[in-house]
T-cell receptor
Framework: DAKTTQPTSMDCAEGRAANLPCNHSTISGNEYVYWYRQIHSQGPQYIIHGLKNNETNEMASLIITEDRKSSTLILPHATLRDTAVYYCIVRVANTGANSKLTFGKGITLSVRP | KAGVTQTPRYLIKTRGQQVTLSCSPISGHRSVSWYQQTPGQGLQFLFEYFSETQRNKGNFPGRFSGRQFSNSRSEMNVSTLELGDSALYLC????????????FGPGTRLTVL
């Protein structure tokens, strides 16, 4: 699986958008970009994934650059409960692939009141 | 529907002992993966079971083993415990191996004295 690079930490004000960047310059054509987050002392939680088109769900938006070498997770209106470690992961996902997720160090998002 | 459950939630053992942890996946999910999380190494993949067969294995010594039952419940076993085995052990379930979304349980906190 391709490796990802994320800043160590960032903060944002409550109610503002949080834009979390991720670099994955060695991503392969059949690898998806995934985002998970881990709130303190809980198991990781799936947020969103995408291949090349931008994606949006009830939690966040995922913007992937045209060359697919980087992406940005956007939390449109951050709340204090969004304070967590956010992991950007790339992996193949299709029937026949395995479920292994390779977690890096992630980025710690602190939302301030 | 019920999420992934792990038992016990907390466990204290001494060096040399063995331990068995249990994971019950979401109903209908047939893939269960295990991860170890420590402050130093972060989240590391242990192994995945799908339809009672080990599908993939991480880089851990043979003291770490697992199995999956016909109802998809999974257990992992660590023999001859070492101090360095103290960690949060997480399991994740998904409908199939390689599925897009995985659901993590709350984890078992193992302390080895």
């Amino acid at each position: 699986d391709a490796k990802t690079t994320q800043p160590t930490s960032m903060d944002c004000a409550e109610g503002r958008a949080a834009n979390l960047p991720c670099n994955h310059s060695t991503i392969s054509g059949n690898e998806y970009v995934y985002w998970y987050r881990q709130i303190h002392s809980q198991g990781p939680q799936y947020i969103i994934h995408g291949l090349k088109n931008n994606e949006t769900n009830e939690m966040a938006s995922l913007i992937i650059t045209e060359d697919r070498k980087s992406s940005t997770l956007i939390l449109p209106h951050a709340t204090l409960r969004d304070t967590a470690v956010y992991y950007c992961i790339v992996r193949v996902a299709n029937t026949g692939a395995n479920s292994k997720l390779t977690f890096g160090k992630g980025i710690t998002l602190s939302v301030r009141p | 529907k019920a999420g992934v459950t792990q038992t016990p939630r907390y466990l204290i053992k001494t060096r040399g002992q063995q331990v068995t942890l249990s994971c019950s996946p979401i109903s209908g999910h047939r893939s269960v993966s295990w991860y170890q999380q420590t402050p130093g190494q972060g989240l590391q993949f242990l192994f995945e079971y799908f339809s009672e067969t080990q599908r993939n294995k991480g880089n851990f010594p043979g003291r770490f083993s697992g199995r999956q039952f016909s109802n998809s419940r999974s257990e992992m076993n660590v023999s001859t415990l070492e101090l360095g085995d103290s960690a949060l052990y997480l399991c994740a379930s998904s409908r199939t191996s390689g599925a897009y979304e995985q659901f993590f349980g709350p984890g078992t906190r193992l302390t080895v004295l």
